[in-house]
């Protein structure tokens, strides 16, 4: 999950292996490391709209780093035309029960049970009613490491692609922000064709994970790619990811992601690895 989008650098992961959601103490580097706790945790929610007068907005989600997403229904928005959803990220601050988006936007809402009564006032100072289900989404296992993966909308400092291909292996660094267009010229010099999925001055803007499954990778100049993620196995930082929209998938990968965590400064280490056209490739993503 994690990377997929990493890998987007590649690719995309398949979900596969069992389920154990165990948070023991030791185990692998990074698993007893304490990262700055999330901003937001306890206002951190998933708001499907259920009334079609939100100009579009399907679905508001409050990520416990302070990052949100919102969800437009791609036939109402202004730049898609073909019933995709688009996307749009940025932060907020919660107090006294409003959250405040960066895009000028607040809202509140007051539930009974899942159903909620919401109010959502435009930048320009419009306030409209509309109604609203609470969604408790994919939940994971709660504990250190997971919020340590969620404390933050993470940025990449760099990449570290190794490839072995017949017993030879050949490695590459790139520092970000991180061009795709780049890391697959680097595959194609060494290794062979791979689809054509990054397109010159892709990069990844940031990674976003939440304690309700979501995993998304956002683009400076394309559309993000949005999964689901769990814990594999949590004591070893182990994960496994897949993407809610097959069609929109970049299916070129499959394997194996895993997360340490380290401090000064706060840094997560993501890896990939797996096999792409008969050749053992790994990334490791540094995280800020």
């Known amino acids: 999950m994690m990377m997929a989008i990493a890998a987007t650098v590649l690719f995309t992961a398949t979900a596969c292996g ?27 929610s ?14 508001f989600r409050m990520m416990e780093s302070g990052a949100y997403m919102i969800t437009r229904d791609g036939n109402a928005a202004t730049t898609r035309a073909d019933g995709v959803p688009v996307y749009e990220f ?36 419009t306030t409209i009613k509309t109604t609203g289900t609470l969604d ?29 291909f017949e017993g030879v292996t050949l490695g590459k660094e790139f520092k970000g922000p991180i061009d795709l267009a780049k890391v697959k010229a680097w595959y194609e010099e060494n290794y062979g064709t791979l689809k054509d999925q990054f397109d010159a001055n892709t990069i990844i803007e940031g990674i976003y994970f939440d304690s309700k499954g979501l995993f998304a990778i956002n683009y400076q ?31 070129l990968f499959t394997g194996n992601a895993s997360v340490t965590f380290e401090k000064n400064p706060d840094t997560l280490k993501l890896t990939l690895s797996g096999n792409v056209n008969g050749t053992d490739l790994e990334f490791l993503f540094i995280l800020h």
């Not at 154990?20 to 306890?42: A, C, E, H, R, S």
């Not at 939940?139 to 400092?157: F, H, K, M, Y």
């Open 90 to 125: 940025g932060k907020y601050t919660y107090s006294s029960g409003q959250y405040k988006f960066d895009n000028g936007m607040t809202i509140s809402y007051e539930s009974s049970g899942q159903n909620c009564d919401v109010s959502i006032t435009w930048k320009n100072g």
């Open 18 to 44: 069992g389920d154990d959601d165990k948070d023991t103490p030791g185990g692998d580097k990074g698993t007893d490391v304490q990262l700055n706790g999330p901003t937001y945790k306890d206002a951190a």
């Open 136 to 164: 408790p989404g994919l939940p994971v296992t709660a504990g250190l490491q997971t919020d340590n993966l969620c404390s933050r909308a993470w940025t990449i400092e760099k990449v570290i692609a190794k490839g072995t």
């Open 221 to 251: 100049n394309r559309n993000d790619d949005i999964g689901v993620w769990r814990w594999q196995q949590m004591n070893t930082g182990k994960l496994v990811y897949t993407w809610n929209d097959k069609m929109r998938a970049i299916s």
């Open 46 to 59: 998933i708001l499907n709209i259920t009334n079609n007068n939100a100009d579009g907005i399907k679905q």
